[in-house]
């Protein structure tokens, strides 16, 4: 019969992995207990939970979560990072730690939604850009087409315009000098 302390970390876990929009696997040996503390400190500020897991309550937590894959990535001593915002900004912060730090701190990989990630995925997520520019850019690439479609339209309609404008002005040009030719000959008599 498991201890309730178990059953109530697993439940824990499982909620987590529900509610997270991306979950990171490292391997913490060899860190400190400052350096962990710092690690978390600079997660929270992104809205990134920081856990020490054990293996197979991970594993009973992902299996009720519906994420049986991140199984994958839980191996040896691992702590998972719980990124409830922009998955990038939970990437980001553990890269940049490592390299700020040297940290012998490892990525093994992670989860982002249904899909699992390698190492090299989550160093892939810090280099994209914020979500708020991806909507920009498949906004606007979504809008060329409209926009070069109206251009052609329009087009035609332009060019007439400008023929129409030049033989009026050529029609104005005309009338003046008759009016001028006119006023020439009232004047002679």
């Known amino acids: 019969m498991p201890k309730q302390r178990k059953i109530d970390q697993v439940a824990e876990l499982q909620d987590k992995l529900g509610r997270c929009s991306v979950a990171i696997a490292t391997d913490h040996t060899g860190l400190t207990v400052n350096a962990l503390n710092d690690l978390r400190r600079s997660l929270r500020q992104k809205n990134v939970e920081y856990?020490?897991?054990?293996?197979?309550l991970t594993y009973l937590a992902a299996d009720g979560a519906e994420v049986?894959?991140?199984k994958g990535v839980i191996r040896g001593p691992t702590a998972l990072a719980f990124g409830y915002g922009n998955p990038a900004?939970?990437?980001?912060?553990l890269e940049g730690y490592i390299r700020s730090t040297r940290s012998v701190l490892a990525i093994r990989g992670g989860i982002l939604g249904a899909r699992i990630m390698t190492p090299s995925d989550v160093l892939t997520l810090t280099t994209l850009p914020p979500r708020e520019v991806l909507v920009a850019r498949v906004l606007g690439q979504l809008q060329a087409p409209v926009a070069g479609?109206?251009?052609?339209?329009?087009?035609?309609?332009?060019?007439?315009?400008?023929?129409?404008?030049?033989?009026?002005?050529?029609?104005?040009?005309?009338?003046?000098?008759?009016?001028?030719?006119?006023?020439?000959?009232?004047?002679?008599?």
């Open 68 to 70: 049986p894959h991140l």
């Open 149 to 189: 479609l109206l251009g052609q339209l329009q087009a035609p309609m332009q060019r007439l315009l400008g023929a129409l404008q030049h033989e009026m002005s050529q029609f104005l040009l005309l009338l003046q000098q008759r009016v001028e030719q006119l006023k020439a000959k009232e004047g002679a008599k």
């Open 89 to 93: 900004e939970a990437a980001s912060v």
């Open 51 to 56: 856990r020490v897991v054990k293996n197979s």
